[in-house]
């Protein structure tokens, strides 16, 4: 089965800055998943991302806020725009029924 | 569209019980069923994958039982241990797209010494 590679595994964010976090797979892909959990919650789907297309958001997501880049088939970012306190999360990316770490993210 | 609930919400047993999570799912036309585990700020630990062809899947003391006609799963942990202690997670796959999971809120377990 497929490895991901989740980074950053955490950071503490200025509101108003933006984070890119990065997700790798060691074999090729078609279809990736971004996956948001905000504290004491469970997880909820941001966005799929396809290569070589624009990604497909959810409800109540939208691409201004969390632009997704997915350049190849073992690539994506997530970036978090013009951070606010309430987008302190767990980001998580999956592929194949497979998830990475997760990104733990804290706006101050 | 695919709901999960999970039952309880919260659940706290002594050391040495055997722990009975559920997870109910609304469409049935799942190709898989996937149970993790959650320890606070962290990310997923997966624990089963149970593919839809199977009734059940065991690791260790964990087994995990499917069944897709009644819309249920149930994780079992036998013989429990303070270590046990996190929040178990249930995760079905949406019936929209390959890949698209839709999860459960989660049962906070707590093992007691």
């Known amino acids: 089965s497929a490895v991901i590679s989740q980074k950053p595994s955490r950071d503490i964010c200025q509101r108003g800055t933006s984070l890119t976090i990065q997700c790798q797979v060691d074999s090729q892909v078609t279809m990736m998943f971004w996956y948001r959990q905000q504290p004491g919650q469970s997880l909820t789907l941001i966005a799929t991302?396809?290569?070589?297309?624009?990604?497909?958001?959810e409800s109540g997501f939208v691409i201004d806020k969390f632009p997704i880049s997915r350049p190849n088939l073992t690539f994506s970012t997530l970036t978090v725009s013009n951070m606010s306190p309430e987008d302190s999360s767990i980001y998580l990316c999956?592929?194949?029924?497979?998830f990475g770490s997760g990104t733990r993210l804290t706006v101050v | 569209k695919q709901e999960v609930t999970q039952i309880p919400a919260a659940l706290s047993v002594p050391e040495g019980e055997n722990l009975v999570l559920n997870c109910s799912f609304t469409d049935s036309a799942i190709y898989n069923l996937q149970w993790f585990r959650q320890d606070p700020g962290k990310g997923l630990t997966s624990l089963l994958l149970?593919?839809?062809?199977?009734r059940e899947q065991t690791s260790g003391r964990l087994n995990a039982s499917l069944d897709k006609s009644s819309g249920r799963s149930t994780l079992y942990i036998a013989a429990s241990q303070p270590g046990d202690s996190a929040t178990y997670l249930c995760?079905?796959?949406?019936?929209?797209?390959?890949?698209?999971?839709?999860f459960g809120a989660g049962t906070q377990v707590v093992v007691t010494p």
């Open positions: 995760a079905a796959p949406t019936t929209d797209s390959w890949g698209k999971f839709q």
């Open positions: 999956s592929v194949d029924s497979l």
């Open positions: 991302a396809n290569q070589g297309s624009e990604a497909t958001y």
């Open positions: 149970i593919q839809s062809s199977q």
